[in-house]
């Protein structure tokens, strides 16, 4: 019986998404839970995981933009789960006294060549090994086959890097750029000059691909947030001394205790709980014709991932403390980058903070997150000549940037807070004070 793999809801925004990999070969057997696909969406990268085992037939390729509820494969639970993947105890009872010898080397699953090279010894089934040679196609993506197609390379004579040394379609298409420019041996008329229609897309001026669902969602909100919101950024600069001498006079014995760094972030962070506190008028947003202010202080914090900027939020910062917020932001980290972060932990905050610093940014005028009306932004930290008790001295001194809606905070609002953001950096006793 075929088992229908379906995309399943990932929230009320998310209607559709792009199957970015698929984590299994086609016509492979794949166990229950087993990840077998990549989903792509706006906000976040969802792996699917198998809800049957069975052999699995892809209804959609690598690269297709898929609807919520949609069936993009079939799983077979009926068919035989092949020697290759059967665990000892399995193999034992199905076939005792030829698949005794090999248990350990059979626990996981294996390529269909691979499973040739191991079983061919065994004299009497050599006809047996001959014959799933032909079905090692399947094992390659469409895009490789595709690729193969066009190129008219013999996959036998490639390495592949992909997961389990699987081909992919750069394996092949970096043979072919290393391939002399004379015809392959063996393609049809046809492949050659098909072969000199894609040289051009690598090799010219530019290339063209499509953007992916998170970067069109992060383009969306950034043109809502100029359209929609009156943003404007106010300046200050800090003076990080106490900061830095505080961190090197306590960071063994923190780490020792709490097995993460005290880092500059979860200063700022206790800052602009600091700074919301003393102008709640800055811990606003708009809804409508209703100007709704917020009771609580969940704090967004800025992670970059190669797909992207997402926006976890740290909860109730004002109950936590530097090493639960260190903690913090370390697992969302974390999780942003393998992208296992969900849409839970990066809802409802009510402000974010963005540090440039760490790219080198020196100064930037950072864009809100709506509905949010206020951002802060920080920037590297450099030596830099300042003038203390009249005299010039080098202090490492660090840009801050707010930006912030002037529909609904006034300048003075602004300036404040980020005047009470400065104080409790220069001064961090402020922070256990209340100051």
Known sequence: MSIEVKIPALGESISSGVLSSWKVAEGSYVEIDQPIYELETDKITQEGLAEVAGVISFLSKEGDEVEIGATIAQIDDSADKPEANATPAEKEEGNPAPEAEEPPEQEKPVETEVSQEKEAPAPAPAPQDEE????????????????????GIDPSTLSGTGKDGRLTKADVLNAAKEQPSSPTPKPTPAPAPASAGPAPKGEGRSTRRALSPIRRKIAARLVEAQQTAAILSTFNEVDLSAVMELRKRHQDSFVKQNGVKLGFMSFFVKAV??????????????????????????????????????????????????????????????????????????????????????????LSTPIINPPQSGILGMHAIQERAVVINEEVVARPMMYIALSYDHRVVDGKQAVTFLVKIKEAIEEPARLALGI
């Open 132 to 151: 799933p040679e032909p079905a090692s196609a399947p094992t390659h993506s469409p895009a490789v086959r595709k690729a193969l197609a066009e190129t």
């Open 273 to 362: 709980v600091h700074g919301l506190q003393a102008v709640p008028g800055l811990n606003v947003r708009i809804e409508g014709n209703d100007l709704v202010e917020n009771h609580y202080f969940d704090i967004g914090v800025a992670v970059g991932t190669e797909k992207g900027l997402v926006v976890p939020v740290l909860r109730d910062c004002e109950k936590l403390s530097f090493a639960e917020i260190e903690q913090g932001i370390v697992a969302y980290a974390e999780k942003a980058r393998s992208g296992a972060i969900t849409l839970e932990d990066m809802q409802g905050g009510c402000f974010t903070i963005t540090n440039g610093g760490i790219y080198g940014s020196m």
